[in-house]
């Protein structure tokens, strides 16, 4: 099992619609989760960040956590086609052997929004 | 302001050329990482640097050697690369160190593009 999944799309979704993006990871001691949006060609721009289970809004962007069921997913609603670009899960993962934890991603999601 | 300057945007080198990448924060961000990523993969951890010292390495090859000068720099030293190595080399950094603090959210630069010939 990967230490970090999503979901493998690629997404395609109409402009104005809700785009659902999913996570799952294994470590079951993960605290920390992110999501970044990588641009073709460009470096991927932290978005959103959530440590606690439930839902953490930002302006179109909401994120949500549930520990229990080790998930984490992003919820862009509105969507725009400048929301089309690679969408990456990243969740602190325990080095093995070690009391803290590395930033480790998942495969990323292709989103394309189309007008 | 959260920004990482990396230098050079390009670079193109010699399987037995000497090259040096550049990563500087003005945040007071304690932790320094560099990553790699290869097209269409997501970036994988190579070094972290946790108060100016080397804390994680990926099992990184010898080819690449890091070092943090001071809390603001950190360099990626590079010799006798191989075609393999050409990637999108990104240099992070966050406020906390991942074994000392909670506020870890990482911040990369625009990356060094490293084409080895």
């Known amino acids: 099992q990967k230490e970090v999944e999503q979901n493998s799309g690629p997404l395609s979704v109409p402009e104005g619609a809700i785009a659902s993006l999913n996570c799952t990871y294994s470590d079951r001691g993960s605290q920390s989760f992110f999501w970044y949006r990588q641009y073709s060609g460009k470096s991927p721009e932290l978005i959103m960040s959530?440590?606690?289970?439930g839902d953490k809004e930002d302006g179109r962007f909401t994120a949500q956590l549930n520990k229990a069921s080790q998930y984490v997913s992003l919820l862009i609603r509105d969507s725009q086609p400048s929301d089309s670009a690679t969408y990456l899960c990243a969740v602190h993962v325990n080095a093995g052997g070690t009391s803290y934890g590395k930033l480790t991603f998942g495969q990323g999601t292709i989103l394309t929004v189309h007008p | 302001d959260t920004e990482v300057t990396q230098t050079p945007k390009h670079l193109v080198m010699g399987m037995t050329n000497k090259k040096s990448l550049k990563c500087e924060q003005h945040?007071?961000?304690?932790?320094m990482y560099w990553y790699k990523q290869k097209a269409k993969k997501p970036p994988e951890l190579m070094f972290v640097y946790s108060y100016e010292k080397l804390s994680i390495n990926e099992s990184v090859p010898s080819r690449f050697s890091p070092e943090c000068p001071n809390s603001s720099l950190l360099n990626l030293h590079l010799h006798a690369l191989q075609p393999e190595d050409s990637a999108l080399y990104l240099c992070a950094s966050s406020q906390d160190s991942w074994d000392r603090g909670s506020n870890t959210e990482a911040f990369f630069g625009q990356g060094t593009r490293l084409t080895v010939v």
């Open positions: 945040m007071g961000h304690r932790a």
């Open positions: 959530i440590y606690s289970n």
